[in-house]
């Protein structure tokens, strides 16, 4: 067993050749030899890689490290390469020794092959192939994945909340925010309290008839209570951080029968008195039109030198000429 020891040694050394000259042959072992040989060969002229985290994430502005590390490799300069790929398109980023693309200025090559981002942005976020040929090797071209993700902080949501609403109504509250990144999840607060998703998991709550939908940032109350007055408002949050609306009041208010009944019935009152005095008033013969009769009819003033006549049977007038000496 103890000329297996320089055997394996051959496993490190970048010349199989050489390696294989000083070391000792096995006497004893025929199929094990064979297979350590071939194994050290493998080892020593084929590019290996690995990365110590093929999933790593960043806050946006921060620096993220891509590592790609080479295992094994006999070529002195191989050729390493970086692409971006997102929506199934790749790009270089790291090419002919440069950085390339929207990675330019805010990111380098540290050695051998580690990508390391300074300023990470949320477009950043897309999967990364390291790519190392070794033309020398036997093995000469080996890639690894690794997929980042820059997270964004949430900022301030959109909420709406109704001003007031009357007892037992439905009743309807927004919360929207688009700009963090993952997808944020919505909270909603009364009176700087949270407000659970099961209303019957708390005292406070429990009378109280809502659904909360985290993911949507909803919260709808099927029919309020006067319990539900308050100032509400909402929390978006991710891995990132969060961020806050302004707190809004929302007032439940009784709805007054009474008052509305005799509202109606003053409306009524004041309709009816209209038409009892509109009545009145055609009977007095305010509203009756004077017609023109005969008797109110006024002949038209006379013209110099024409004689006006009205016919007895025709009921109108003609003229007749008339000489002014």
């Known amino acids: 067993m103890g000329e297996l020891a320089p055997r394996r040694a051959c496993a490190s050394l970048h010349n199989y050749l050489q390696c294989v000259e000083t070391v000792p042959p096995l006497k004893s072992m025929s199929v094990r030899p064979a297979r350590l040989k071939m194994e050290g060969y493998f080892n020593v002229l084929a590019v290996i890689l690995r990365t110590t985290n093929d999933a790593p994430w960043a806050n946006e502005f921060e620096s993220i490290e891509l590592s790609c590390l080479i295992e094994s490799i006999s070529t002195n300069d191989p050729r390493i390469e970086w692409k971006k790929i997102k929506d199934g398109e ?32 949320r477009s950043d976020s897309a999967s990364y192939r390291c790519e190392v040929t070794a033309p020398i090797d036997q093995k000469t ?109 929302m007032e439940v208010y009784n709805i007054n029968i009474a008052g509305i009944i005799l509202g109606v019935l003053v409306v009524v009152v004041v309709l009816l008195c209209m038409t009892v005095g509109i009545c009145c008033a055609y009977k007095r013969g305010y509203f009756v039109s004077q017609k023109q009769t005969g008797n109110n009819y006024k002949a038209p003033a006379k013209g110099d030198g024409v004689d006006y006549v009205r016919t007895e049977d025709e009921g109108d007038f003609r003229h007749k000429s008339s000489f002014v000496i």
């Not at 990675?103 to 942005?121: C, F, K, Q, S």
């Not at 509250?173 to 209303?199: A, H, M, T």
């Not at 009378?207 to 709808?220: D, I, P, Q, V």
Request: hydrophobic share 30%.
């Open 90 to 121: 790749p790009s270089y980023v790291y090419f002919e020794k440069k950085i390339s693309g929207d990675l330019e200025g805010r990111a380098r090559i540290r050695e051998p092959a580690t990508l390391v981002i300074t300023n990470a942005t």
């Open 141 to 249: 071209f080996d890639e690894i994945l690794i997929n980042l993700v820059v997270r964004v902080k949430p900022v301030v949501p959109k909420c709406a909340v109704p001003k007031s609403v009357p007892v037992g109504k439905a009743a309807e509250l927004r919360c929207v925010e688009d700009e963090g990144f993952p997808k944020s999840q919505y909270q909603w607060f009364r009176n700087k309290e949270e407000i659970p998703d099961d209303p019957k998991t708390s005292p406070k709550f429990f009378n109280s008839s809502y659904t909360l939908n985290a993911e949507t940032g909803t919260l709808k109350f099927s029919a309020v209570r006067k319990d539900d007055s308050g100032e509400y408002f909402c929390r978006a949050k991710n891995d990132a951080g969060h961020s806050e609306c302004g707190p809004q009041m």
